[in-house]
């Protein structure tokens, strides 16, 4: 851990983990006989397969989750210039949240309120992560 917070900051790794984020979650829209999310959570699945199939095929998801997800990890290793990656993943999650928000509200969905608010939510503490500074290099304290 002492290695990426000295090469990545804080920002950077939060940006990583929200690479793999990303990237696992095109993976499971690629594949989601493979992800044991989907399997353990088969109302989930249904509202994934079936509402966001009708704003746009899955495989056209994914890419753009794993495209977020590579501009974050590559962002990572970029000290400050790193405003681009966090507002595509927080505008990413933003845009999955409507999309439950709007399955919930016109029935296509009964519980997908849920999962809206949990993207939603997500997507807030990445802006809450985003307007955190790095904290500031301390010079090593001399000898005594």
């Known amino acids: 851990m ?4 000295r090469h990545l900051g804080r920002r950077g790794a939060a940006l990583l983990f929200f690479c793999l ?3 696992a979650i095109a993976w499971s829209l690629v594949d989601p ?20 199939w009708s704003h746009g095929p899955l ?8 495209n977020v ?3 974050c990890g590559a962002a990572a290793w970029r000290r400050g210039h790193d405003s681009v990656a966090f507002a595509l993943a927080i505008l990413l999650k933003l845009v999955w949240a409507g999309m439950f928000l709007a399955a ?19 997507a807030a ?3 809450v992560i985003a ?3 790095e904290p500031l290099e301390r010079a090593p304290e001399p000898p005594q």
């Open 2 to 5: 002492k290695w990426i917070q």
């Open 21 to 23: 984020l990303d990237l």
């Open 33 to 52: 006989k493979l992800t044991p999310l989907l399997r353990a959570a088969p109302s989930y699945s249904y509202i994934v397969r079936y509402t966001l």
């Open 59 to 66: 495989w056209i998801w994914a890419a753009v989750w794993a």
């Open 69 to 71: 997800g590579l501009v």
């Open 104 to 122: 919930w509200l016109t029935g296509q969905a009964h519980g997908a309120w849920l999962t809206a608010t949990i993207w939603a939510g997500f």
């Open 125 to 127: 503490f990445v802006g």
């Open 131 to 133: 307007g955190w500074p």
